[in-house]
C-alpha cells in the first residue's frame, strides 16, 4: 500500500516526513497538511530504511490525532467520577497524596509499570528512569515480561547486553527458518524490517527457501515454501533435536566465530536426551522432519533462524530463545553475511560504548517479588505478579501505583484479578492518552502527546534493525497550549517524588541532571559539552549527545564529517541517512565477562533439565494460541475508525476435525473455558490451525464499564487474557505463560 488519499487535498499544503510510531516496522511516512489537519498519508519513497512502504497503522495516525476519545486535558477523580483539571491542579493533586503515603509506608509502597507505546516515544523511553530511580521501588514492571524477556534475557547471557540480538540478515540469506512468528504482519518483532513480504519474495526470487515452523498457517506461512505445524509450547524440543542432530550427524560448524565461542561441549554433552525420536511425539513434528529440516539449515550456504512471540510466550521462553542462537552458531551462521548480524546503532546502544570485546555481562535476581519470590530481571518483576503484590498485606504492600502508556487489564493473563487489586490501591497516577480498562481505576489521569505534535528519533528499534541507519522526525502539527512534553511531566512527577514539590521547573531540574551526567561522563571535557549543546534540552539534548559520541559520530569536532544532530535533522526530507548494511561485529560488540560468546550459561542448562523430564510429556486435547492482525499491535488501536472497519477480527479459529467433534460451526458462537476463566467467542472454522489447537487474537474485551473507547465498544471482542493463569510463567524470564493453555469449547445455547 503507497497512496492513501484521507480528503481531497487542496492547496496551499504543506509537506511532512515522519517516522511512524505505531508499531516496530517504523516506516517512514509522507504527510500532507492543510490548515494544521492531516489530509493525506502515503508511504515515503524516499526513506533510506523502508522505502515507501507502508501498512494501515501508519494511515491511522489521522484518527488517532483527531480521535474525539483521546485525552488532551488532565482528569482527576473526585467522589469516583473524572473531571477535567488543569495542569497545575493535577500535579498539586498528585503532591498532596503521594509523599505522605511514601513517608508513612516506604518507597516499597509504590510500584511503577510501563508499555511499549513507551519504546517508540524518545520522551517517555528516555526519562521513565528518572521517574523510577526517584520512586526508589523494587516494584517496577513493563510490557517486556508479556513477550520479549526471554530472547533478551538469552541474548543477553550469550553476548553480554539486553539489546544485543542476533538479526537475520534477510536480503542475502539463502535459507531462513521462521518459528513462532508472523513477520508478513508485524513486519518483524525483536527485528525491525519493514516490508518483510517484498523481502521474503526477493529471497525466494534468488533461489532462497523460506520455511515456517507454526501451530497455524500463518500469513508468513501461506507465503513460504514450507511449512510445519508444531504444538504450542515444545519449540524447545524441536529446537533441543536439531542442535542434537548437529552432533549426532557431524553437521557442526563454528565458521568465523570459532576462536570466540566458549561452551560447545557443554551443549552437545546437554543435548544427549533430545533426540528427533524423543522429540517426535512431544511436538507433533516426526523425526524424520526434524532430521531434514536440521539438514538444510547446515546445507545452506547462508541461513538464519528467527523465532518470536510464540517461542517466548511460553513456559520454556528463555530455553527456546536460547537455542534459536545455538542453532545459528553452530552452523556457522553466527555473524556472518546471509546469516545473523548485530545492528551497530548511531545513538544509545551499549555495545557501542566503552572498552570492546568485554564487559560485565547481564544477571539477574538482584531483588525478588515479595509474594511469589520471582526474581528480578533487566530491573524488573514479572508483569504478572502485580496483582498479588497490590492485593498481599505487610511491608512493602504496594499502595500508590504509576502506570505510563499501559493497558495491563487488558494485555496481562487475568485482567479481571488485577482490576479488582487497582481499585483497592491508596493512590494510582497515569500517563495514558486515553480512559480504558486500565486507567479507568486512576485518580490521576496526564495525558500524553499526540504523536503528531511530538519530534521522534527511535532509541531502541535502530538496534533491532534490518539495516543501520539514523532518522529524525521533527513535529506535523504545532503543540497543544499548556501541554508539558512528556518527559518535562515524567521529570515533575520525580520532582514530587523526591519532596521537590511541584512547583519545581522541568527545564532547570533537566538543566541540572545533565550537568551532573556530563561530568561524570565527560570529566574533564563536562564543560565543554555543557557549551556545545547549549539550546537544547530534554531528549534533543541526550540524542545531540548520544549521536556525536557514537560510533558515527563527530566525536564533538574530532571527525569532521561526523553524524550530529543538525546533520541527521537536515536529512529528514530525503529520507534519512543510510549507515549501511550490517555487518560482522564479533568479538568488538561482545560485552561478556569472558569477552567470548557464552554458548552454555550454567543457568540455561540446569532450566534445561526441566524440560527433559517433560520431554516425554503429554500435549493437552485442546488449547488456545494467540495470534496479530496487521491491523492492531496495541488494544487502543481498536478505537481508530480505520483499523476497526471491516469484517470481525475477533473471532476463535478452530479446525474443521476439532469443529466437528465439539459440535461447531463456522460463524456460530461458543464458550471458551479454562481453569482461569471463560470468555465468549465467535468461530472461524479453518484448515489453517493445527487440529487441537485454536487461535483468539489478544488486546480485546472493551466491554468494561467506565472506558472511554467508544469505537472499540462497539465490537468489543473476547479478551484472551481472561482464559489465562498468572501464576504460569518462564522461571528464567519471569515472561507470561500466554499460549498452549489447555481449554474447552462448548457452543452457545
Same mark, same amino acid.
Given at each position: 500500500?503507497?497512496?492513501?488519499?484521507?480528503?481531497?487535498?487542496?492547496?496551499?499544503?504543506?509537506?511532512?516526513?515522519?517516522?511512524?510510531?505505531?508499531?516496530?516496522?517504523?516506516?517512514?511516512?509522507?504527510?500532507?497538511?492543510?490548515?494544521?489537519?492531516?489530509?493525506?498519508?502515503?508511504?515515503?519513497?524516499?526513506?533510506?530504511?523502508?522505502?515507501?512502504?507502508?501498512?494501515?497503522?501508519?494511515?491511522?495516525l489521522k484518527d488517532l490525532h483527531e480521535d474525539p476519545d483521546r485525552l488532551r486535558t488532565p482528569l482527576i477523580k473526585r467522589n469516583g467520577i473524572f473531571e477535567q483539571a488543569t495542569w497545575e491542579e493535577a500535579f498539586a493533586e498528585i503532591e498532596r497524596r503521594?509523599?505522605?503515603?511514601?513517608?508513612?509506608?516506604?518507597?516499597?509502597?509504590?510500584?511503577?509499570?510501563?508499555?511499549?507505546?513507551?519504546?517508540?516515544?524518545?520522551?517517555?523511553?528516555?526519562?521513565?528512569?528518572?521517574?523510577?530511580?526517584?520512586?526508589?521501588?523494587?516494584?517496577?514492571?513493563?510490557?517486556?515480561?508479556?513477550?520479549?524477556?526471554?530472547?533478551?534475557?538469552?541474548?543477553?547471557?550469550?553476548?553480554?547486553?539486553?539489546?544485543?540480538?542476533?538479526?537475520?540478515?534477510?536480503?542475502?540469506?539463502?535459507?531462513?527458518?521462521?518459528?513462532?512468528?508472523?513477520?508478513?504482519?508485524?513486519?518483524?518483532?525483536?527485528?525491525?524490517?519493514?516490508?518483510?513480504?517484498?523481502?521474503?519474495?526477493?529471497?525466494?526470487?534468488?533461489?532462497?527457501?523460506?520455511?515456517?515452523?507454526?501451530?497455524?498457517?500463518?500469513?508468513?506461512?501461506?507465503?513460504?515454501?514450507?511449512?510445519?505445524?508444531?504444538?504450542?509450547?515444545?519449540?524447545?524440543?524441536?529446537?533441543? =533435536?536439531? /542442535?542434537?542432530?548437529?552432533?549426532?550427524?557431524?553437521?557442526?560448524?563454528? @565458521? $568465523?566465530? !570459532?576462536? #570466540?565461542?566458549?561452551? %560447545?561441549?557443554?551443549?552437545?554433552?546437554?543435548?544427549?536426551?533430545?533426540?528427533?525420536?524423543?522429540?517426535?511425539?512431544?511436538?507433533?513434528?516426526?523425526?524424520?522432519?526434524?532430521?531434514?529440516?536440521?539438514?538444510?539449515?547446515?546445507?545452506?550456504?547462508? =541461513?538464519? /533462524?528467527?523465532?518470536?512471540?510464540?517461542?517466548?510466550?511460553?513456559?520454556? @521462553? $528463555?530455553? !527456546?530463545? #536460547?537455542?534459536?542462537? %545455538?542453532?545459528?552458531?553452530?552452523?556457522?551462521?553466527?555473524?556472518?553475511?546471509?546469516?545473523?548480524?548485530?545492528?551497530?546503532?548511531?545513538?544509545?546502544?551499549?555495545?557501542?560504548?566503552?572498552?570492546?570485546?568485554?564487559?560485565?555481562?547481564?544477571?539477574?535476581?538482584?531483588?525478588?517479588?515479595?509474594?511469589?519470590?520471582?526474581?528480578?530481571?533487566? @530491573?524488573?518483576?514479572?508483569?504478572?505478579c502485580m496483582a498479588e503484590e497490590i492485593e498481599t498485606p505487610g511491608e512493602g504492600q504496594i499502595r500508590a501505583l504509576f502506570t505510563v502508556a499501559t493497558n495491563p487489564v487488558l494485555s496481562s493473563p487475568n485482567g479481571p484479578r488485577l482490576a479488582n487489586a487497582?481499585?483497592?490501591?491508596?493512590?494510582?497516577?497515569?500517563?495514558?492518552?486515553?480512559?480504558?480498562?486500565?486507567?479507568?481505576?486512576?485518580?490521576?489521569?496526564?495525558?500524553?502527546?499526540?504523536?503528531?505534535?511530538?519530534?521522534?528519533?527511535?532509541?531502541?528499534?535502530?538496534?533491532?534493525?534490518?539495516?543501520?541507519?539514523?532518522?529524525?522526525?521533527?513535529?506535523?502539527?504545532?503543540?497543544?497550549?499548556?501541554?508539558?512534553?512528556?518527559?518535562?511531566?515524567?521529570?515533575?512527577?520525580?520532582?514530587?517524588?523526591?519532596?521537590?514539590?511541584?512547583?519545581?521547573?522541568?527545564?532547570?531540574?533537566?538543566?541540572?541532571?545533565?550537568?551532573?551526567?556530563?561530568?561524570?561522563?565527560?570529566?574533564?571535557?563536562?564543560?565543554?559539552?555543557?557549551?556545545?549543546?547549549?539550546?537544547?534540552?530534554?531528549?534533543?539534548?541526550?540524542?545531540?549527545?548520544?549521536?556525536?559520541?557514537?560510533?558515527?559520530?563527530?566525536?564533538?569536532?574530532?571527525?569532521?564529517?561526523?553524524?550530529?544532530?543538525?546533520?541527521?535533522?537536515?536529512?529528514?526530507?530525503?529520507?534519512?541517512?543510510?549507515?549501511?548494511?550490517?555487518?560482522?561485529?564479533?568479538?568488538?560488540?561482545?560485552?561478556?565477562?569472558?569477552?567470548?560468546?557464552?554458548?552454555?550459561?550454567?543457568?540455561?542448562?540446569?532450566?534445561?533439565?526441566?524440560?527433559?523430564?517433560d520431554l516425554r510429556g503429554l500435549a493437552p486435547d485442546l488449547v488456545v494460541i494467540g495470534r496479530r492482525d496487521v491491523r492492531t499491535n496495541n488494544s487502543w488501536m481498536h478505537n481508530l475508525p480505520v483499523l476497526a472497519k471491516g469484517p470481525m477480527r475477533c473471532?476463535?479459529?478452530?479446525?474443521?476435525?476439532?469443529?466437528?467433534?465439539?459440535?461447531?460451526?463456522?460463524?456460530?458462537?461458543?464458550?471458551?473455558?479454562?481453569?482461569?476463566?471463560?470468555?465468549?467467542?465467535?468461530?472461524?472454522?479453518?484448515?489453517?490451525?493445527?487440529?487441537?489447537?485454536?487461535?483468539?487474537?489478544?488486546?480485546?474485551?472493551?466491554?468494561?464499564?467506565?472506558?472511554?473507547?467508544?469505537?472499540?465498544?462497539?465490537?468489543?471482542?473476547?479478551?484472551?487474557?481472561?482464559?489465562?493463569?498468572?501464576?504460569?510463567?518462564?522461571?528464567?524470564?519471569?515472561?507470561?505463560?500466554?499460549?498452549?493453555?489447555?481449554?474447552?469449547?462448548?457452543?452457545?445455547?
Open positions: 500500500m503507497t497512496n492513501n488519499t484521507l480528503i481531497a487535498p487542496a492547496t496551499p499544503t504543506t509537506t511532512h516526513h515522519r517516522i511512524c510510531p505505531l508499531c516496530e516496522a517504523c516506516c517512514g511516512l509522507e504527510i500532507k497538511v492543510q490548515n494544521s489537519k492531516v489530509i493525506s498519508i502515503r508511504g515515503h519513497d524516499a526513506d533510506v530504511f523502508s522505502a515507501g512502504y507502508i501498512c494501515p497503522k501508519g494511515v491511522a503521594l509523599p505522605p503515603l511514601i513517608a508513612a509506608h516506604g518507597r516499597n509502597a509504590t510500584g511503577i509499570v510501563v508499555g511499549n507505546p513507551s519504546a517508540h516515544k524518545i520522551g517517555l523511553l528516555t526519562y521513565f528512569g528518572k521517574l523510577a530511580r526517584a520512586l526508589g521501588t523494587k516494584n517496577v514492571f513493563s510490557a517486556s515480561t508479556l513477550d520479549q524477556m526471554p530472547k533478551q534475557l538469552s541474548s543477553g547471557l550469550l553476548f553480554g547486553h539486553w539489546l544485543s540480538i542476533a538479526l537475520p540478515d534477510i536480503t542475502r540469506t539463502d535459507y531462513l527458518l521462521v518459528l513462532g512468528a508472523n513477520p508478513v504482519v508485524s513486519n518483524g518483532s525483536m527485528w525491525t524490517v519493514p516490508d518483510f513480504r517484498g523481502k521474503a519474495k526477493a529471497l525466494q526470487a534468488r533461489g532462497g527457501k523460506l520455511v515456517v515452523v507454526d501451530p497455524r498457517r500463518t500469513e508468513t506461512a501461506a507465503l513460504a515454501d514450507a511449512h510445519h505445524f508444531i504444538r504450542p509450547n515444545s519449540d524447545v524440543f524441536l529446537l533441543a =533435536a536439531m /542442535v542434537h542432530t548437529l552432533f549426532a550427524e557431524g553437521l557442526v560448524k563454528l @565458521g $568465523t566465530v !570459532a576462536e #570466540w565461542v566458549d561452551g %560447545v561441549d557443554a551443549v552437545e554433552q546437554a543435548m544427549t536426551p533430545f533426540t528427533p525420536e524423543a522429540a517426535a511425539t512431544r511436538c507433533g513434528i516426526s523425526a524424520d522432519t526434524i532430521r531434514a529440516l536440521t539438514r538444510a539449515l547446515a546445507a545452506a550456504p547462508r =541461513a538464519a /533462524v528467527y523465532a518470536r512471540i510464540g517461542t517466548c510466550t511460553q513456559e520454556y @521462553g $528463555t530455553l !527456546a530463545s #536460547w537455542l534459536v542462537d %545455538v542453532l545459528n552458531t553452530l552452523t556457522g551462521n553466527l555473524d556472518r553475511a546471509g546469516g545473523v548480524l548485530f545492528a551497530k546503532s548511531a545513538a544509545f546502544a551499549s555495545n557501542t560504548a566503552g572498552k570492546p570485546g568485554i564487559g560485565k555481562g547481564v544477571s539477574t535476581g538482584r531483588h525478588h517479588a515479595r509474594v511469589s519470590g520471582a526474581p528480578e530481571v533487566y @530491573g524488573e518483576l514479572p508483569m504478572t487497582l481499585d483497592t490501591l491508596d493512590f494510582m497516577v497515569s500517563m495514558d492518552i486515553y480512559l480504558n480498562e486500565t486507567t479507568r481505576h486512576a485518580d490521576v489521569i496526564l495525558p500524553g502527546v499526540s504523536p503528531l505534535e511530538d519530534f521522534h528519533y527511535d532509541v531502541a528499534f535502530p538496534q533491532l534493525s534490518w539495516r543501520n541507519h539514523a532518522r529524525y522526525s521533527p513535529p506535523v502539527l504545532p503543540p497543544t497550549p499548556g501541554q508539558p512534553e512528556e518527559w518535562q511531566t515524567l521529570l515533575k512527577l520525580a520532582a514530587i517524588v523526591q519532596g521537590k514539590g511541584a512547583q519545581a521547573d522541568a527545564d532547570a531540574l533537566d538543566d541540572a541532571q545533565f550537568a551532573e551526567d556530563a561530568q561524570r561522563l565527560f570529566g574533564g571535557h563536562a564543560n565543554a559539552v555543557i557549551e556545545a549543546t547549549h539550546g537544547l534540552k530534554g531528549p534533543q539534548r541526550a540524542l545531540e549527545v548520544a549521536l556525536r559520541s557514537g560510533p558515527y559520530g563527530d566525536q564533538w569536532g574530532r571527525t569532521p564529517d561526523g553524524l550530529t544532530l543538525a546533520k541527521v535533522q537536515a536529512s529528514n526530507s530525503t529520507g534519512g541517512i543510510d549507515l549501511g548494511a550490517l555487518q560482522p561485529r564479533i568479538p568488538e560488540m561482545l560485552r561478556t565477562p569472558s569477552g567470548k560468546v557464552e554458548l552454555a550459561p550454567p543457568s540455561l542448562l540446569q532450566d534445561l533439565q526441566r524440560a527433559t523430564q473471532t476463535a479459529l478452530v479446525h474443521p476435525k476439532d469443529a466437528q467433534r465439539l459440535g461447531l460451526q463456522d460463524g456460530v458462537v461458543a464458550y471458551i473455558r479454562s481453569t482461569g476463566g471463560q470468555v465468549q467467542a465467535q468461530v472461524h472454522v479453518t484448515e489453517d490451525m493445527m487440529p487441537g489447537v485454536v487461535s483468539l487474537p489478544h488486546g480485546w474485551g472493551h466491554d468494561v464499564p467506565g472506558a472511554q473507547l467508544r469505537v472499540a465498544a462497539e465490537r468489543p471482542g473476547a479478551n484472551l487474557n481472561a482464559l489465562l493463569d498468572e501464576r504460569r510463567r518462564d522461571p528464567l524470564s519471569g515472561n507470561a505463560v500466554l499460549g498452549g493453555v489447555a481449554i474447552t469449547m462448548q457452543l452457545v445455547a
